[in-house]
T-cell receptor
Framework: KAGVTQTPRYLIKTRGQQVTLSCSPI?????VSWYQQTPGQGLQFLFE???????NKGNFPGRFSGRQFSNSRSEMNVSTLELGDSALYLC????????????FGPGTRLTVT | LAKTTQPISMDSYEGQEVNITCSHN???????ITWYQQFPSQGPRFIIQ???TKVTNEVASLFIPADRKSSTLSLPRVSLSDTAVYYC????????????FGTGTQLKVEL
């Protein structure tokens, strides 16, 4: 079956703008998590959605938000972009999000200039 | 989630067995140990998960001693394509929906 897909794959934005990233989980997976990966901070957990509800949240400012739709697809939004938001944003899905394997997408490479 | 410590990097040659050890002294009773592999500009990929003793799948083996304060990922007969970063994670049910990644181990396999 198809893997996790993320769109767009690459994005260039200017400071102060906002951006929306999209993630389509594997069919049947209800949990979607978002991660930010940078050379300096490594992979960091942003938040997790399950059945359209945010179930867990990492230590990121309120500029980072997300949502999940009834078909489990998820979007992540970053407002008022800063240079430090340049990163690879990864989405991962799993069946339930508990005690099970996470499947990661290829990521969206965001560059903020 | 329990903090993990891994070597920053390891070098090996094709055909050799590679063992990457991870320390997790504060592992909790209900924590699992999970390993992920990541290639550049790609998302991490699940390798193996275990709770105690030994777990083996078609890709790797995971050895966990009785005290569970460490674990060793064993990759048999590595090839160039095994060059990647390997992450050890410890948490309830393998970290479940909130994975905490450490710095990982950069494995470089040469001819």
């Amino acid at each position: 079956k198809a893997g996790v897909t993320q769109t767009p794959r690459y994005l260039i934005k200017t400071r102060g703008q906002q951006v929306t990233l999209s993630c389509s989980p594997i069919s049947g997976h209800r949990s979607v998590s978002w991660y930010q990966q940078t050379p300096g901070q490594g992979l960091q957990f942003l938040f997790e959605y399950f059945s359209e509800t945010q179930r867990n949240k990492g230590n990121f400012p309120g500029r980072f938000s997300g949502r999940q739709f009834s078909n489990s697809r998820s979007e992540m939004n970053v407002s008022t972009l800063e240079l430090g938001d340049s990163a690879l944003y990864l989405c991962a899905s799993s069946v339930s999000g508990r005690s099970d394997e996470q499947y990661f997408g290829p990521g969206t490479r965001l560059t903020v200039t | 989630l329990a903090k993990t410590t891994q070597p920053i990097s390891m070098d090996s040659y094709e055909g050799q067995e590679v063992n990457i050890t991870c320390s997790h002294n504060n592992i909790a009773t209900n924590d699992y140990i999970t390993w992920y592999q990541q290639f550049p500009s790609q998302g991490p990929r699940f390798i193996i998960q275990g709770y105690k003793t030994k777990v083996t799948n078609e890709v790797a083996s995971l050895f966990i001693p009785a005290d569970r304060k460490s674990s060793t990922l064993s990759l048999p007969r590595v090839s160039l394509s095994d060059t990647a970063v390997y992450y050890c994670l410890v948490g309830p049910g393998g970290g479940g929906n909130k994975l905490t990644f450490g710095t990982g181990t950069q494995l470089k396999v040469e001819l």
